[in-house]
């Protein structure tokens, strides 16, 4: 099996949110990445859980990671800091 690699973002820290804005914009929504990842940060600071809280499959993200989660946010708020699993979930 062959794959084609369509859009390959500069590893320069903000290639999640670079592929994920090239994404979007096929949808139709336009936006750069250092918005999206504002965006991103805006989320997690009012959303404590992953998944949907009420139906009881949901964790407090802040247990997936090493950092309080005020330091989490201020790093990742940050113009080249790399995406991880949070931002991706989120």
Known sequence: MVFKVWYNPP???NCQFEALVHQ???L?????HLTFRSEIVAYLRTHSYL???EHGSSTPWDNHILQTRAEYLRTMSENGEYGDHITLYS
């Open 11 to 13: 590893g320069d820290g």
């Open 24 to 26: 979007l914009a096929n």
């Open 28 to 32: 139709g929504l336009y936006r750069s």
């Open 51 to 53: 998944g949907q809280q």
